[in-house]
């Protein structure tokens, strides 16, 4: 990095330090070459209880430390829409979780990102993150926890799920519905007997102990 350069987002780094206890957020500023830490404000430092040599010297690793593995892989997916983009003013919003130790619960927060500085090629070298968290009494923090159980039951079971034959996923659905064997018989013009049995081996391929099972199968993976 070039003098000119490097003092040019010392000062912009300068500015948010002028304005970040006036914030009700959490102030980041990333390195994309090798998604560290250049900056970051109090409150975050405070909150994760640690100071920002630490993190500096963590480079990307402190993502693994801070934050819910999956929520870095949703936010890395959805990066390069960031910085393909040709909007100037383009921010990315998402959803993350963040905690300052392994003791502690999870907290939601609600972040944006946009592209902070550029180099002389008009290139995007540093981004700029502001996180507001979301107190655990929220209506939407029940909401965010059931959907990332919910994810999280989907990447489990994709493979087992795949598994079923296009019939079985009809009969998972109609048997989530609450419908019986006889029931789902008529409706798809099968004898009574192969349904149970196409009950019998889904049963089996979803280890599934009661229908309640079969019933979060069938949300999840959107059947009803």
Known sequence: MDQTYHHLLQEQIKLLQGIEHRLPIIVVVHKLEDKSIAYMSDYGLKTLKTTL???????AAYQEKYFNKDEIADYSSLLPD????????????????ARSSADEDWTWYLSSS??????ANSNATHIITCAAPIGPKHQITSKMNRLLDENSFLRKNQAVFASLTKREKEILKFTALGETSAEIANRLHIAEQTAITH???IRAKLNAQ???????????????
């Open 53 to 59: 040599p630490e993190l500096i010297n963590l480079g």
């Open 82 to 97: 960031l910085l393909n983009s040709t909007e100037e003013d383009k921010i990315l919003t998402y959803f993350q979780q």
């Open 114 to 119: 946009k592209i902070f500085l550029r180099d």
């Open 199 to 201: 009950r019998r081996n």
């Open 210 to 224: 009661s229908n309640y099972d079969f019933t979060r199968f069938a949300q999840a993976f959107n059947l009803i």
